[in-house]
């Protein structure tokens, strides 16, 4: 079947600008995670969602990103007035349960770079 | 919160030899722990995980060990061939969110002819 897909797979923007990521998970699956990979880095946890239900935010860098699920399936990621160091692969997961008994499927992550 | 170690950055070993990556953990409660292969622009794969009731565990030539009382767990690649050329990341299960793995940085491994 389908497996995770994001939209846009590239994103360029001015400094300043608002942007807006898709995640579409795979179908049925309850829990949907986003990270944040820089150049060279590891994989840095934003948020995920239980459901439509956000029980951790912890990662979310800033106030200027936010996330919202709907319907328990697609889920956009906001980042406002986009700075220089939002450059980053943003990766999206889902799991047809929790971390830790179900395996996360990863989507080919939306590549976001700030002029 | 958990913070994970991961060594080394860089791996290159030649073809049929054999690799070993570390990982370290720092919460006690963690109880789950992945590896992800990640290809070059490709998105990150599961390849093998291990939970704190065992000790080891093996899948063909991929291995991974777990020391709960020192916190760190390993991936062993035994016969390593090229196509295992990619970046891999260690990940923890922090219990106390309920659902949150945190990433090593990852381990660029080369596997050269």
């Known amino acids: 079947g389908a497996g995770v897909s994001q939209s846009p797979s590239n994103k360029v923007t001015e400094k300043g600008k608002d942007v807006e990521l898709r995640c579409d998970p795979i179908?049925?699956?309850?829990?949907l995670y986003w990270y944040r990979q820089s150049l060279g880095q590891g994989l840095e946890f934003l948020i995920y969602?239980?459901?439509?239900?956000?029980?951790?935010k912890s990662g979310l860098p800033s106030d200027r990103f936010s996330a919202e699920r709907t319907g328990g399936s697609v889920s956009t990621l906001t980042i406002q007035r986009t700075q220089q160091e939002d450059s980053a692969v943003y990766l999206c997961?889902?799991?047809?349960?929790?971390?830790?008994?179900?395996?996360?499927?990863f989507g080919p992550g939306t590549r976001l770079t700030v002029t | 919160g958990e913070n994970v170690e991961q060594h080394p950055s860089t791996l290159s070993v030649q073809e049929g030899d054999s690799a070993v990556i570390k990982c370290t953990y720092s919460?006690?409660?963690?109880?789950?722990f992945p590896w992800y292969k990640q290809e070059l622009g490709k998105r990150p794969q599961l390849i093998i995980d291990?939970?704190?009731?065992?000790g080891e565990k093996k899948d063909q030539r991929i291995a991974v060990t777990l020391n709960k009382t020192a916190k760190h767990f390993s991936l062993h690649i035994t016969e390593t061939q090229p196509e295992d050329s990619a970046v891999y990341f260690c990940?923890?299960?922090?219990?106390?969110?309920?659902?949150?793995?945190?990433f090593g940085t990852g381990t660029r491994l080369q596997v050269t002819l």
């Open positions: 997961a889902s799991s047809l349960g929790l971390a830790g008994v179900s395996e996360q499927y």
């Open positions: 179908s049925g699956h309850t829990a």
């Open positions: 969602f239980q459901g439509n239900s956000a029980p951790d």
């Open positions: 919460d006690s409660a963690s109880n789950y």
């Open positions: 291990i939970r704190s009731n065992v």
């Open positions: 990940a923890a299960l922090y219990t106390g969110t309920a659902s949150k793995l945190t």
